[in-house]
């Protein structure tokens, strides 16, 4: 079992930046064999991929929609998301999730969810 507690989150004019932390804990988890992913959602939306870091990834992989402008890193158990230069197209719930067996683009692939944090990007 992982548990995953997201932090960090606020509100933020445009262009301003943001570091959320993802803290993992759980017996069987360890950045070494597990991935871990950033989401995030809107109302009336899907849950859209942002990045990705551990194991299976390679170097960390970004969607196309925030590469540039955020940089998801690890140390030990705790995974970040630095998110500069935002926009208010960036507002929504951002989660972490981790998976031990998947792909690591694919939502329904992680089995194991923080509850969320709100990101506000003020124009």
């Known amino acids: 079992q992982v548990q995953l507690v997201e932090f960090g989150g606020g509100l933020v004019q445009a262009g301003g930046s943001l570091r959320l932390s993802c803290a993992a804990s759980?017996?069987?988890?360890?950045?070494?064999?597990?991935?871990v992913g950033w989401f995030r959602q809107t109302p009336g939306k899907e849950r859209e991929f942002l990045a990705a870091i551990g194991q299976g990834v390679g170097s960390a992989q970004y969607a196309d929609s925030v590469k540039g402008r955020f940089t998801i890193s690890s140390d030990k158990n705790t995974v970040y998301l630095q998110m500069n230069n935002l926009k208010p197209e960036d507002t929504a719930v951002y989660y972490c999730a981790a998976l031990y067996v998947g792909t690591w683009s694919r939502e329904a692939d992680y089995p194991y969810w923080g509850q969320g944090t709100q990101v506000t990007v003020s124009s």
């Open positions: 759980g017996p069987t988890f360890n950045i070494d064999t597990h991935t």
